[in-house]
């Protein structure tokens, strides 16, 4: 039944300005005339625009601007990323569901996304506060043949997307921030939280949670917040049509990890240089060992930050408290 009617919508979707008669529809989909009529019926409740005008059939004018499943698979153009996409209005926290799916075997490429999360988290277990709509929360199963110590490339790859994704749609420069922050205008506007489940030499899968804030006023934040964070809706002053930017998102990323998987972390490296965040700047580090200064150079290959120490000596961070 949700088969049909996703095909019902490919299908309406598939014939732009012109009317199919209920007739080719239920042909196409091998029901009755009936069950296209109730099909239809359901996506007008669930927010789409159809036209229906006698002898000639119907026609999709408008798909809705909240999410659902449907919604998000419409037109979706990646071959795994996303194909199999699970949508809830609220949930605890999207990294739960993915592990949850990723533990009974779902797919490579499944996502979850949801409106709300009531204990969403971020890097370090801190609270990512995600219990209110207008925001993108979501989260992605990945099954790569990777050493497991190479997965924090794939954080960096994830930043890489959405930052694309971002210039793409918007034409907004954002930068990305060491090691999965991107910031616009000096503050943050999206973070990527990688979870794994691995054996010494193996990963069982990962969990790339991306959280971006999108539609959101910005005082939706708490106090403290509120001075730290920023919005799309917030600097262009417009609602941005969340489904199109999921789906730019998820385009981007399947891109890159085929070519991560095929050609290595080196052309990744290079785009996420190009976009770092105070690169070739004095930052401070706090590490276990000593608080020092240092010239940021960029990042190894294993996700690792180079610094250039006030003796030339070129360094390598793996992590560090920095004041930027
Ligand atoms: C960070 O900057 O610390 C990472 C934030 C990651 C937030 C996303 S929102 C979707 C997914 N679900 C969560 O609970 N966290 C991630």
Same mark, same amino acid.
């Given at each position: 039944?949700?088969?049909?009617?996703?095909?019902?919508?490919?299908?309406?979707? =598939?014939?732009?300005?012109?009317?199919?008669?209920?007739?080719?529809?239920?042909?196409?989909?091998?029901?009755?005339?009936?069950?296209?009529?109730?099909?239809?019926?359901?996506?007008?409740?669930?927010?789409?625009?159809?036209?229906?005008?006698?002898?000639?059939?119907?026609?999709?004018?408008?798909? $809705?601007?909240?999410?659902?499943?449907?919604?998000?698979?419409?037109?979706?153009?990646?071959?795994?990323?996303?194909?199999?996409?699970?949508?809830? $209005?609220?949930? =605890?926290?999207?990294?739960?569901?993915?592990?949850?799916?990723?533990? =009974?075997?779902?797919?490579?490429?499944?996502?979850?996304?949801?409106?709300?999360?009531?204990?969403?988290?971020?890097?370090?277990?801190?609270?990512?506060?995600?219990?209110?709509?207008?925001?993108?929360?979501? =989260?992605?199963?990945?099954?790569?043949?990777?050493?497991?110590?190479?997965? $924090?490339?794939?954080?960096?790859?994830?930043?890489?997307?959405?930052?694309?994704?971002?210039?793409?749609?918007?034409?907004?420069?954002?930068?990305?921030?060491?090691?999965?922050?991107?910031?616009?205008?000096?503050?943050?506007?999206?973070?990527?939280?990688?979870?794994?489940?691995?054996?010494?030499?193996?990963?069982?899968?990962?969990?790339?949670?991306?959280?971006?804030?999108?539609?959101?006023?910005?005082?939706?934040?708490?106090?403290?917040?509120?001075?730290?964070?920023?919005?799309?809706?917030?600097?262009?002053?417009?609602?941005?049509?969340?489904?199109?930017?999921?789906?730019?998102?998820?385009?981007?990323?399947?891109?890159?990890?085929?070519?991560?998987?095929?050609?290595?972390?080196?052309?990744?490296?290079?785009?996420?240089?190009?976009?770092?965040?105070?690169?070739?700047?004095?930052?401070?580090?706090?590490?276990?060992?000593?608080?020092?200064?240092?010239?940021?150079?960029?990042?190894?290959?294993?996700?690792?930050?180079?610094?250039?120490?006030?003796?030339?000596?070129?360094?390598?961070?793996?992590?560090?408290?920095?004041?930027?």
């Amino acid at each position: 039944m949700k088969k049909n009617k996703e095909r019902l919508i490919s299908l309406l979707a =598939s014939s732009k300005n012109a009317y199919i008669s209920g007739e080719n529809l239920s042909e196409e989909l091998q029901v009755t005339r009936t069950s296209i009529w109730k099909y239809i019926k359901e996506l007008k409740e669930e927010g789409y625009e159809i036209e229906a005008i006698r002898k000639k059939g119907y026609m999709l004018k408008q798909i $809705p601007l909240h999410l659902s499943e449907s919604v998000l698979k419409w037109d979706l153009k990646t071959a795994f990323i996303g194909q199999n996409i699970i949508y809830r $209005p609220v949930l =605890s926290s999207t990294q739960d569901m993915a592990h949850e799916l990723a533990r =009974s075997g779902c797919e490579a490429g499944t996502l979850v996304i949801a409106d709300k999360q009531t204990s969403g988290r971020g890097r370090l277990n801190r609270e990512w506060e995600s219990n209110h709509s207008g925001g993108i929360w979501m =989260s992605l199963v990945l099954r790569p043949e990777i050493a497991p110590n190479n997965a $924090p490339q794939l954080t960096l790859l994830s930043a890489v997307a959405v930052s694309n994704a971002i210039e793409k749609l918007l034409a907004i420069d954002v930068q990305i921030k060491w090691p999965n922050d991107i910031f616009l205008h000096n503050k943050k506007l999206a973070g990527i939280l990688t979870e794994m489940q691995a054996e010494v030499d193996k990963i069982n899968y990962l969990v790339i949670g991306i959280g971006i804030n999108v539609n959101q006023q910005i005082e939706v934040f708490g106090e403290e917040l509120q001075s730290k964070v920023i919005s799309l809706k917030e600097l262009l002053d417009q609602e941005i049509d969340r489904k199109t930017f999921i789906h730019c998102i998820l385009e981007e990323f399947e891109l890159l990890y085929n070519d991560y998987l095929e050609n290595g972390f080196k052309p990744i490296q290079k785009s996420w240089v190009d976009k770092a965040y105070k690169i070739g700047e004095e930052i401070s580090l706090k590490t276990p060992k000593k608080n020092f200064k240092a010239i940021f150079e960029g990042i190894e290959h294993d996700g690792s930050l180079l610094v250039e120490n006030s003796n030339g000596d070129i360094e390598k961070i793996y992590s560090a408290e920095i004041d930027w």
